[in-house]
């Protein structure tokens, strides 16, 4: 079974960057749209970015300019830069294959804060 392993979450101050990790242990990860999502406390999942096999990305509007995806297919990684953090961006977030929908993971929390 394909498993997700998001890591690199943590406490930032307004303003702050962050790194995010995902792991994929999949042959497969290589040919397939990774992306990255969010949950809130009391709100939906949301799709934040998402980057093709071949490097295509996209962003939803609140992030624009703000994160970057990225991915490593020699190591199947997938990642996410994220500055000028706002206590808004503060959410579990999770990577997955949006035209797969693997089981998901544990996610990693984003803490925005003073």
């Known amino acids: 079974q394909v498993q997700l392993a998001e890591s690199g979450g943590g406490l930032v101050q307004p303003g702050g960057t962050l790194r995010l990790s995902c792991g994929v242990s999949?042959?497969?990860?290589?040919?397939?749209?990774m992306a990255w999502y969010r949950q809130a406390p009391g709100r939906q999942r949301e799709l934040v970015a998402s980057?093709?096999?071949?490097?295509?990305?996209s962003y939803a509007n609140f992030v624009k300019g703000r994160f970057t995806i990225s991915r490593d297919n020699a190591k199947n990684a997938l990642y996410l830069q994220m500055h000028s953090l706002e206590p808004e961006d503060t959410a579990i977030y999770f990577c997955?294959?949006?035209?797969?929908?693997?089981?998901w993971g544990q996610g990693t929390q984003v803490t925005v804060s003073t």
């Open positions: 997955n294959a949006p035209n797969t929908m693997l089981p």
């Open positions: 999949s042959i497969f990860f290589g040919y397939t749209t």
């Open positions: 980057v093709s096999s071949g490097g295509i990305t």
